[in-house]
C-alpha cells in the first residue's frame, strides 16, 4: 500500500543509453513532480506537471522528458545518458492548490558507467 | 534567482535536548515554505508547511516559524529523540511554482 512507488529502485547502465523510470501514486492526487538529488544531496526540482499543465525547469535538458499515461503515473524518460545523470531520482505527488504538502517515493538510485 | 540556505549542515545533540535548525532565503517573495525529513536512503517525508502569509505552523514537537521580510524560518524540536536523528531539509515554493532546496542539516540525536 505504498503511497508514491518508484521503479526501478537501482538502475545501471552505460552512457548513451534511453532509460525510463515509472512513477506511481495511489493518492489520488492531481500533480506530480520529478526531482533530482545529486551527489552532495542538493535536491533540485526538474518537473511539476498536473493534468492541464507542465511546468519545466529550465535546467532541465531536453533529454529528460515526462510522460504521464494518466493522472496516477508520471515516468522519466532520459535519452542519451551522460556521466553526469547519475543521482538519485525522485518522485513526488501531491494534491492540486500551491499550499498542499507533497509525498515522496524512495528514489531511484541512477548509475552511469 | 532565489538562493536557500541551511545552517548548520550538521548538528549532534543529546537525548532530550530542545534544538533549532535555520533556513534563510534571498528571495521573500515566497508561496509557501515547507519543512521535510529525509531517512537514509529514503524519500523526503513532509513535517510542515507554512504559507505565506502565516507565520508559524506546529506539529507535535516540532514548530516552525516563518519571517518573510528577513527571509528566515526555523524549525524548533522539543525533546530530541534518537528517531529524529535525519536529514532536515527546508525547501521554497516560489510564485512562478518552482522550488528551492537548502542542502540540509544533518541531525544525530545521541541516546
Known amino acids: 500500500d505504498t503511497a508514491v512507488s518508484q521503479t526501478p529502485k537501482y538502475l545501471v547502465t552505460q552512457m548513451g543509453n534511453d532509460k525510463s523510470i515509472k512513477c506511481e501514486q495511489n493518492?489520488?492526487?492531481?500533480?506530480m513532480y520529478w526531482y533530482k538529488q545529486d551527489s552532495k544531496k542538493f535536491l533540485k526540482i526538474m518537473f511539476s506537471?498536473?493534468?492541464?499543465?507542465?511546468?519545466i525547469n529550465e535546467t532541465v535538458p531536453n533529454r529528460f522528458s515526462p510522460k504521464s499515461p494518466d493522472k496516477a503515473h508520471l515516468n522519466l524518460h532520459i535519452n542519451s545518458l551522460e556521466l553526469g545523470d547519475s543521482a538519485v531520482y525522485f518522485c513526488?505527488?501531491?494534491?492540486?492548490?500551491?499550499?498542499?504538502?507533497?509525498?515522496f517515493g524512495d528514489g531511484t538510485r541512477l548509475s552511469i558507467l | 534567482k532565489q538562493e536557500v540556505t541551511q545552517i548548520p549542515a550538521a548538528l549532534s545533540v543529546p537525548e532530550g535536548e530542545n534544538l533549532v535548525l535555520n533556513c534563510s532565503f534571498t528571495?521573500?517573495?515566497?508561496?509557501?515554505l515547507q519543512w521535510f525529513r529525509q531517512d537514509p536512503g529514503k524519500g523526503l517525508t513532509s513535517l510542515l508547511l507554512?504559507?505565506?502569509?502565516?507565520r508559524e505552523q506546529t506539529s507535535g514537537r516540532l514548530n516552525a516559524s516563518l519571517d518573510k521580510s528577513s527571509g528566515r524560518s526555523t524549525l524548533y524540536i522539543a525533546a530530541s529523540q534518537p528517531g529524529d536523528s535525519a536529514t532536515y531539509l527546508c525547501?521554497?515554493?516560489?510564485?512562478?511554482?518552482?522550488?528551492?532546496f537548502g542542502t540540509g542539516t544533518s541531525l544525530t540525536v545521541i541516546p
Open positions: 506537471y498536473n493534468n492541464k499543465e507542465l511546468i
Open positions: 528571495d521573500s517573495a515566497i508561496y509557501n
Open positions: 507554512i504559507q505565506s502569509s502565516q
Open positions: 493518492l489520488g492526487h492531481d500533480t
Open positions: 513526488a505527488s501531491s494534491r492540486a492548490g500551491g499550499n498542499q504538502p507533497q509525498h
Open positions: 525547501a521554497v515554493r516560489d510564485t512562478g511554482n518552482q522550488f528551492y
